[in-house]
Structure formats: structure tokens, C-alpha cells
């Protein structure tokens, strides 16, 4: 069964930046990096085929880029400009998801 182990999570001031990385035990054609925040609904954030297309949800267009290194199985979230509003534990897993999840990491955007 496919692991997925996230880090890179911390605290960041906003208008700064992060780069969170996934690690998959397993083969993945679509990836993706969700994120939830306090009190409100998992949400996918990013998306990266085999091909290398990507598609990302309107709140975070412009200023994060997923990226993939397939031979080490690892997907990458680099996030720039962050705001508070992007507070959440970001996870990674397939898109549409499997139903096993990884801890996450917490990325938590304050002054």
C-alpha cells in the first residue's frame, strides 16, 4: 500500500516562502498537495500528472508551484508570498485520493 511522508512545514512570516516535499512509497501517475485548515474542509491546492501538467486552485495561483522527481518518487510544493489564510496541514496523496493520508506538515504563516 502507498505511504506518503510530508515535511518541511514551519513557521514563516508572511510575504514569505516554503518548499514542502513528499515522499511516496510507491509508483504515482497524479499527485497532488492538499491542505486543511482549522475548523474547515480538506482541500487540494495542486495538482501534477505524469506529463508534467499541473493545475492549482484559484487561492494559491501564481504563487505556489508543484514539481515532481519521478525516479525518487518524491513531489515538491514551493510557496511564495504566503498569507495568514494559507495556515493548514498540507498533505500529499493521489488525486482523486486514496483513503490512506500521512501526518502532514504544518505550515503556519504569522507575524
Known amino acids: 500500500q502507498v505511504q506518503f511522508v510530508e515535511s518541511g512545514g514551519g513557521l514563516v512570516q508572511p510575504g514569505g516562502s516554503r518548499r514542502l516535499s513528499c515522499a511516496a512509497s510507491?509508483?504515482?501517475?497524479?499527485m497532488g498537495w492538499y491542505r486543511q485548515a482549522p475548523g474547515k474542509q480538506r482541500e487540494l491546492v495542486a495538482a501534477i500528472r505524469s506529463g508534467g501538467s499541473t493545475n492549482y486552485a484559484d487561492s494559491v495561483k501564481g504563487r505556489f508551484t508543484i514539481s515532481r522527481d519521478t525516479p525518487k518518487n518524491t513531489v515538491y510544493l514551493q510557496m511564495n508570498s504566503l498569507k495568514p489564510e494559507d495556515t493548514a496541514v498540507y498533505y500529499c496523496?493521489?488525486?482523486?485520493?486514496?483513503?490512506?493520508w500521512g501526518k502532514g506538515t504544518l505550515v503556519t504563516v504569522s507575524s
Open positions: 496523496n493521489t488525486d482523486p485520493p486514496l483513503a490512506r
Open positions: 510507491g509508483i504515482i501517475f497524479t
